[in-house]
């Protein structure tokens, strides 16, 4: 197993754009998150996973923001319309039930021009 | 509304010397708590945790104590070596029953450098 990957690395978007982003987490894990950091901040719970089934979700996901997981494997995570504040590095992590912390994937930064 | 605390943006010690990183909470539900490490380009990787129902935890370099009554934990790191040069960040949680956390609350982080 790699660990948990992210794809693409890196975006850069002209505002109005949408963009998606990938999450594979660790096979046998059944918890998602996605988390997002910006400069000089820790990473900021955005969503969360439990299999297919989106338990909870912050209100920084504006309407703009949606997340899925289909078949409890892979998760997306798009922002519609995107704004210069959207301009983040943006953290999956997965965990499996019962076991304390994450193991986070390397981000996607995403620069919105 | 910064839950998780972590004052100090940076800090410097020489190799070998200890390295001691502070956070504060102010939410009393949290029950769980984690240290993780974070190196450019890379994802936080986990490195130690505590449960409330301890005041300390020790993994090899690497001890977490917890003060409850203060709000207050803290990361020692003996001896310091180059390669623990990273941001350390503090988080914590709020367990749910069957004792699996979920959403964790960071601090902002703590650049440390160990200088050889």
């Known amino acids: 197993d790699t660990g948990v990957s992210q794809d693409p690395r890196h975006k850069i978007t002209k505002r109005g754009q949408n963009v998606t982003f990938r999450c594979d987490p660790i096979?046998?894990?059944?918890?998602l998150y996605w988390y997002r950091q910006t400069l000089g901040q820790g990473p900021e719970f955005l969503t969360y996973f439990q299999n297919e089934a989106q338990l909870e979700k912050s209100r920084l996901l504006s309407d703009r923001f949606s997340a899925e997981r289909p078949k409890g494997s892979f998760s997306t995570l798009e922002i519609q319309r995107t704004e210069q504040g959207d301009s983040a590095m943006y953290l999956c992590?997965?965990?499996?039930?019962?076991?304390?912390?994450?193991?986070f994937g390397s981000g996607t930064r995403l620069t919105v021009v | 509304d910064q839950q998780v605390k972590q004052n100090s943006p940076s800090l410097s010690v020489q190799e070998g010397r200890i390295s001691i990183l502070n956070c504060d909470y102010t939410?009393?539900?949290?029950?769980?708590f984690l240290w993780y490490k974070k190196y450019p380009a890379e994802g936080p990787t986990f490195l130690i945790s505590?449960?409330?129902?301890?005041d300390k935890n020790e993994d090899g370099r690497f001890t977490v104590f917890l003060n409850k009554s203060a709000k207050h934990l803290s990361l020692h790191i003996v001896p310091s070596q180059p390669g623990d040069s990273a941001v350390y960040f503090c988080?914590?949680?709020?367990?749910?029953?069957?004792?699996?956390?979920?959403?964790?609350?960071f601090g902002k982080g703590t650049l440390l450098t160990v200088n050889p």
């Open positions: 096979s046998e894990h059944n918890r």
């Open positions: 505590i449960s409330s129902i301890k």
């Open positions: 988080a914590a949680s709020v367990s749910h029953s069957g004792g699996s956390n979920y959403k964790l609350t």
């Open positions: 992590a997965s965990s499996g039930s019962g076991s304390y912390g994450y193991t």
């Open positions: 939410n009393s539900m949290f029950d769980y």
